[in-house]
């Protein structure tokens, strides 16, 4: 049974996050160029990064160099793929929210990270879910992006022939997507077309 509150202290937010991490370099580059975190501040020698989002949004990252021994790895737990374990039971995972799902993937996939979770799209949100350096366990998210709407926006125009012209810029909108947007893209246009 919950008790009452004796008072009015209330957590109003987060202050930050601390993530061990055994190099501390390789860590700030991934969060800062692979993620597109901001560096705060950094001091090497005392094996502390502080990364936060260009946005100001949410809380920063503190990134804490330990030994590798001291870096507890991740795993899922059956049957609940959300849940992750580590030697001490059960631990949190963090959700990032990104404005390009497919965008972020390519970008994760080509610094080599360890994405567990190739995208899964819902009619409401996208997720994947990769590992950074030190295997923390993240997914990445997004909220009714552009790409939920494509195929319904797109379903009666590729259902019909297209003019030249519709022809012309939906060629163009493939040729400039990211490897990952024209996959989507191509499968939708399939899907579509076969149906």
């Not at 493939?174 to 399939?190: P, T, W």
Request: charged share 25%.
């Amino acid at each position: 049974m919950l008790s009452k509150k004796t008072n009015d202290a209330d957590v109003i937010g987060y202050c930050c996050m601390r993530f061990p991490v055994t190099d501390l370099k390789k860590s700030v580059d991934f969060y800062c160029n692979v993620l597109g975190y901001e560096l705060i501040s950094a001091d090497f020698q005392f094996g502390e990064a502080h990364v936060a989002l260009k946005n100001g949004n949410g809380p920063g990252i503190f990134l804490m160099e330990t030994t590798p021994e001291d870096v507890t790895q991740l795993k899922f737990a059956f049957p609940r793929s959300f849940f992750i374990t580590s030697s001490t039971g059960h631990v949190t995972m963090v959700e990032l929210l990104t404005n390009d799902l497919l965008a972020l993937h390519e970008r994760i996939k080509q610094a080599g990270t360890h994405i567990d979770k190739e995208p899964v799209f819902t009619n409401d949100f996208g997720y994947f879910t990769f590992y950074d350096p030190d295997g923390h366990y993240i997914r990445a998210v997004e909220e009714r992006g552009v790409y939920f709407d494509l195929k319904q926006r797109m379903s009666s125009t590729l259902k019909r022939d297209l003019t030249e012209h519709e022809n012309q810029l939906l060629w163009g909108l493939c040729e400039k997507a990211s490897v990952e947007q024209q996959k989507f893209l191509h499968s939708i246009i399939s899907e579509i077309r076969g149906s």
